[in-house]
């Protein structure tokens, strides 16, 4: 049966299926069921080499225990320390409780030492057992030294590799892989109605492609009108709470706006701070805007009107554009029109990356992972936040030369980028494909920015320059 293959491709041995389902049914708490497919199927879950360890484990037999460790075969030297090391652990403590000072500090001198695990581990390992000993490790009673070795167990299990012990839960591993696998394939995804019963796959027919709505001047029923701005108004950021509204003039100050009475609640940068970009802390109660003066950096204050701290001077550039992940914990900005800063508020560890085209626009995805930025170049980039990616993933087929372009994350679990486009499109992209899956068309001019319902998925709004908004949505509607 060891080298039966089955499956319609040939590519699973069956024992191995067979032991896997074993080790399921445990996890699951299907015991006796489990006990049963191993008698009529004669495979066990555990090998009979992981069998034997924890007999003389839990029978304190540590001879043959070390004995049996060292005849393994196909352990790498760093593993069998590692295994040596929890068998030598728990025999240690063991001495010690049993008043045998003597032998558990020639076990620590002469076999603890002599592996190949770090000076550290072997000092840290004395020290604590000294500290037992001032607490008493004698007293420790037969219940708990039995507790003890079965967790020292499941260390061995962790560490010795396959097919002597098996991970742990690996059916489900091996399914979660198989349905994570589907939907990165799938490339519409906008459900999570996820069964194992079928394969995974959602249509176009249910993706926003279609204009369901046209925003027009004069068309919609209006709420307020605000006006206190000398300059055109260059940007706007809602509040996470949907309660307030900053509004940036073109060169000019923010003012903070109360969405139901219209009322403008703040005014900052009167001191001559330039505002160019802003943006909300999740908890709708702080706020960040960069300025495009050099020397006068980026300022954080409250909502109502407070200074709380700044980021300023001499060698500070001017800001282009600024964002803060969704859990407030970094804050990224734009300077000088290439140069990406990623804060963490938090540590204050900052990461800079140098891009080689000026960057117009900056977007965070809604699981703090990633944030993407539009190039003139004609390309978006996206990075990660934690900065383990050494190159961008890049995106291209949308028109970008002489304006501003905002592109936005959205979907399920910010899967697709969405941008607006100098051709009167918008163009959409799933996060693993470099070239749009979709160009959706209808405004006559150009589209300067995007945005996606972050409750809704299946809906996309776009803002042109022929003075409407676009919201898109699936065809099945």
């Not at 069921?33 to 007999?55: M, N, P, Q």
């Not at 776009?462 to 699936?474: H, K, L, N």
Request: proline share 4%; hydrophobic share 40%.
């Amino acid at each position: 049966m060891e080298n039966l293959m089955i499956g319609p491709k040939g590519l699973i041995k069956k024992q191995e299926f067979v032991r896997i389902i074993i080790q399921s049914m445990h996890a699951l708490g299907y015991r006796k069921s489990a006990v049963c497919l191993e008698a009529e199927s004669g495979i066990l879950c555990k090998s009979v080499d992981f069998e034997s360890l924890e007999s003389h484990i839990l029978n304190a037999n540590w001879d043959d225990c070390i004995g049996a460790l060292n005849k393994l075969k196909g352990l790498s030297d760093e593993t069998r320390a590692s295994a040596l090391f929890i068998v030598l652990k728990q025999f240690l403590l063991e001495c010690l409780s049993r008043g045998e000072d003597a032998l558990a500090l020639e076990v620590l001198r002469k076999q603890v030492a002599g592996l190949w695990m770090g000076k550290e581990k072997v000092h840290n390992l004395a020290v604590g057992l000294l500290f037992l000993k001032e607490l008493g490790s004698n007293k420790i009673d037969n219940g708990i030294i039995q507790e003890f070795r079965k967790r020292m167990i499941i260390d061995l299990e962790n560490v010795l590799p396959p097919p002597i012990t098996l991970p742990e839960r690996r059916l489900e591993h091996l399914v979660e892989m198989a349905v994570s696998a589907q939907v990165d394939n799938c490339t519409y995804h906008t459900s999570d109605a996820i069964t194992l019963y079928e394969d995974h796959h959602c249509g176009r027919d249910h993706f926003p492609s279609e204009t369901v709505q046209v925003l027009e001047t004069g068309k919609v029923t209006q709420k307020h009108t605000l006006k206190s701005h000398q300059n055109p108004v260059s940007f706007v950021a809602w509040s996470p709470d949907d309660t307030m509204l900053l509004t940036c003039g073109n060169m000019e100050v923010l003012k903070l706006w109360d969405v139901e009475t219209g009322i403008c609640k703040h005014t900052y940068g009167n001191d001559g701070f330039i505002v160019t970009s802003c943006a909300w802390f999740p908890d709708s109660k702080r706020l960040v805007c960069g300025s495009s003066d050099p020397e006068k950096g980026i300022y954080m204050w409250d909502s109502e009107g407070n200074e709380i701290k700044a980021w300023k001077g001499v060698r500070m550039p001017k800001v282009s554009d600024i964002a803060v992940t969704p859990d407030g914990q970094h804050l990224i900005s734009i300077f000088s029109d290439k140069e990406i800063h990623i804060l963490n508020l938090q540590t204050n560890a900052e990461r800079v990356i140098s891009e080689q085209h000026s960057i117009t626009s900056l977007s965070v995805s809604g699981d703090n992972k990633f944030f993407i930025v539009n190039l003139n170049s004609q390309e978006i980039h996206m990075w990660d936040v934690a900065g383990k990616w050494v190159k961008p993933r890049k995106y291209a087929g949308h028109m970008q030369q002489k304006y501003v372009i905002r592109s936005c994350f959205g979907g399920l679990n910010s899967r697709f980028i969405a941008s607006g486009s100098e051709d009167s499109q918008v163009y959409v992209w799933n996060q693993l494909s470099s070239y749009p899956i979709e160009i959706l068309s209808g405004h006559l001019m150009t589209v300067n920015c995007v945005s996606w319902n972050p409750r809704r998925p299946q809906m996309l709004a776009s803002a042109s320059d022929d003075q409407t908004v676009r919201i898109w949505g699936p065809n099945c509607f």
